[in-house]
């Protein structure tokens, strides 16, 4: 069976200190993935996505994720954590010979960034 | 471009009412997909439709129901409201509902039942 794991409920950072998101998944086959963030009292906004092109990918505001197949994770990271930053972060999976086509969502890490 | 739009934005209703709620997808999506969060949680999966017909239904009782209209918008309807209905309901827009397409969500409708 598909799953996503968030290995964190909670991460705490201060500002201008690097971000660690993890996110470890479990698919069949190579997946699309996804990190969605979402702000409180707001909806979700994609960050990135993977979609097999490169290992490496880039999103908005600084965030990047890394895709590591023999580790089957595709944890975000950011150099430096701005106040801004501070957020529930979502890691997603959309396994890809799923006909369901239903995407698979991890609980979430809350990001809190210490001034 | 707009994004997904939702409305109401917030919403009170009563328990054992009947509430619908809008989805405008972005231009050009065809799949609209509904959420439930729970303050707290993670998104829940409702439904997803794609071409006017219902493509997935998560677990939920059969007091939710949805339709999509030729223009691909959405409506979702909740009959016999129970408080356990509070929460933020989340639509989202895609080209297509498979492969790499993202998901685009709207901010959201928040009920609250009394």
């Known amino acids: 069976a598909q799953s996503v794991t968030q290995l964190d409920s909670h991460v705490s950072v201060s500002e201008g200190t690097p971000v660690l998101l993890r996110c470890n998944y479990s698919?069949?086959?190579?997946?699309?993935l996804f990190w969605y963030v979402q702000h409180p009292n707001k909806g979700l906004q994609l960050l990135l996505k993977?979609?097999?092109?490169a290992t490496l990918v880039k999103g908005i505001n600084g965030f990047e994720a890394e895709f590591k197949k023999s580790e089957t994770s595709f944890h975000l990271t950011k150099p430096s954590a701005h106040m801004s930053d501070a957020a529930e972060y979502f890691c997603?999976?959309?396994?890809?010979?799923?006909?369901?086509?239903?995407?698979?969502w991890g609980a979430g890490t809350k990001l809190i960034i210490k001034p | 471009d707009a994004g997904v739009t939702q409305s109401p934005t917030h919403l009170i209703k009563t328990r054992g009412q009947q509430v619908t709620l809008r989805c405008s997808p972005i231009?050009?999506?065809?799949?609209v997909s509904w959420y439930q969060q729970v303050l707290g949680q993670g998104p829940q999966f409702i439904f997803q439709?794609?071409?006017?017909?219902?493509?997935g239904r998560g677990n939920f009782p059969d007091r939710f129901s949805a339709r999509q209209f030729p223009n691909y918008s959405s409506e979702l309807n909740v009959n016999a409201l129970l408080l356990g209905d509070s929460a933020l309901y989340l639509c989202?827009?895609?080209?297509?509902?498979?492969?790499?397409?993202?998901?685009?969500f709207g901010d959201g409708t928040r009920l609250s039942i009394l």
């Open positions: 997603v999976v959309r396994p890809v010979m799923d006909s369901n086509y239903q995407l698979i």
């Open positions: 698919s069949s086959y190579s997946p699309s």
């Open positions: 993977y979609t097999s092109a």
């Open positions: 231009s050009g999506h065809k799949s």
């Open positions: 439709y794609y071409e006017k017909e219902e493509r």
């Open positions: 989202a827009s895609s080209l297509e509902p498979y492969g790499n397409q993202p998901q685009h």
